[in-house]
């Protein structure tokens, strides 16, 4: 349930993403690079490419919610995703080549959050899931 939930959750911010008025500056909407200034909820840097990814991970969510592994992979695993997307985002120039998703400080700072709360559902819910279920 707790993996169906965080994938729907992405799925959300990705169509969110997509949504002039939730994302601020929506004319500056590019593909991808860090010349998109367009602000989900006037605070998170998006572009095309960071919606499609939020709408990935969120069917990714969806699909592996079907089995107890699948949802504890997807939160565990996702949630180390998260925290080396944080890293990454720490350690490259918000005005760089480099910042290809883009991402800004609220967007570095969300990832961390996100990365922690992933991975501390999957471990508490998943042994406990694990431990009563078929490994399947």
Known sequence: MAAMVVGVVFLLVGIAGFIPGLTTNYDTL???GHHSEALLLGLFQVSILHNLVHLAFGVAGLALA????GAYLYLVVGGVV???LWLYGLLIGHDSAANFVPLNNADNWLHLLLAVGMIGLGLALGKRSLAGHDRT
């Open 66 to 69: 079907r089995t107890v592994r």
């Open 30 to 32: 590019q593909f991808a």
């Open 82 to 84: 998260y925290l080396l």
